[in-house]
């Protein structure tokens, strides 16, 4: 609409989307749409970044999803019913409808189970957990302004007071909290804070996030010759 407006009255556009050009898969989301709809069972076929050539799925689609400008399809795998996602721009467009075998519907609640995530990584074995990070006061405001998850909150009172007393080298520093299930979305938006962000508990999670930590500093290492 503002394209339209603007080839109107021959001004600059004031309204930006973000978008990547010539992205793969767009083309797929309309035929996708009307199979999820009619809740069709598909064959298609599918390479993985590690794969080196596409592999037959059949499979139910049942959701899709975008992500930081990347189009994922949410379905299950006739062989073992396991959710499952899959890029659009790793999928073949010569889709197959299945009309001989019956569509299974899935038993999971995908909406709510994204209000559990970060971006689109489901992982089935893993636990929703109350994550502890303090954050400096050089960012405190942008992470207020613009949460990590839906559940963020931020530590006051008696709360925050207990873990300033447990973690004194963080004195002057916001304490904020989240209950989701980690992922590797997760962690990169952590890792995005740099070093103005720091999760304090639960230990499982802050291992991950110094493993990630080390395995940059020792990578700027090898430039640097240290």
Known sequence: QDKLSISKSNRKPIIHFDSMPNLKGLELLNPLY?????????????QSFNAKEANEYILYPYLLKEYRNRWFLFCSVKKDLVL???ALDRMEQDFEYLEEIPYVDTPVDLEARFEEIVGVTLYEDKDVECIYFAVSPASVNYVRSKMIHR?????????????????PQFSGWAVFSIECRPNPELYSLLSS???NLVVLEPSVIRDEMVKRACSIAENYDLILGV
């Open 151 to 167: 559940t963020q909150m931020e530590a006051e009172g008696d709360e925050l007071q207990e873990y300033l007393e447990k973690y």
């Open 84 to 86: 499952y996602n899959f």
């Open 34 to 46: 009307n199979y999820i709809a009619n809740k069709q069972t598909l064959r298609i076929m599918y």
């Open 193 to 195: 804070y740099g070093g």
